[in-house]
Each structure stands twice: as C-alpha cells, then as structure tokens.
C-alpha cells in the first residue's frame, strides 16, 4: 500500500489530533480506534507501535506519544496480505443414493 492510501485509514478522530498538534498519546490511540483503555500501551511494550518515549531523564513513567509516519507503519505491519494457494476442488464427491435389490 501506498503512504496516501494508509493516511487515508486513519480514523477522523486521530486525523484532527494529528493535524492539531503532531502527534497523538495512547489514550488518543485507544479511543480513536475504539479499543479497550491501555491496548495502545501493550502494542507499544509489544514493540507492534512504534512510538516515542518523550520522558524526562530520571522519570519513572513513560510519556509516549505516537506520530503519524509511526501510524502509517502500524498499518503497514497490519495490512491483510494475500496468500497464495493452489486451487481446489469446491465441488462435493457426487453421491451415489442405495438401491433396493428386488430380485
């Protein structure tokens, strides 16, 4: 996919914080993509989303924030891609119905 195609799936949430300010937090990601509060935070300790770690030397929590060539990349690792297989047979074996033998 192309950078344009993946900017284009960026939820409209996300786009008006992105185009706001830069970037977005976790909490934004969560509810931008509708997921449970702290998902963002597993898939970035996960390494799935890359983010920055824009602490302070010596802080003790993390502040991370998440631009969007980050979001675009997300996407990318994310992206359904096709699997090549080999072609079969769709069609059930043709069933034979029993006879009654009469003689």
Avoid at 67 to 87: D, G, H
């Amino acid at each position: 996919m192309t950078d344009e195609q993946l900017q284009a799936m960026i939820p409209p949430r996300i786009r008006e914080q992105l185009d706001e300010k830069g970037f977005i937090t976790p909490p934004e990601f969560d509810r931008g993509h509708g997921m449970r509060t702290g998902r963002c935070l597993d898939m970035i300790r996960s390494g799935d989303l890359p983010a920055l770690d824009m602490r302070t030397p010596g802080a003790a929590k993390p502040l991370y924030k998440i631009l969007e060539p980050q979001i675009c990349e997300f996407y990318r690792n994310r992206t359904v891609k096709p699997v090549a297989s080999e072609p079969t047979d769709k069609r059930s074996p043709r069933r034979i119905k029993p006879t009654k033998n009469y003689l």
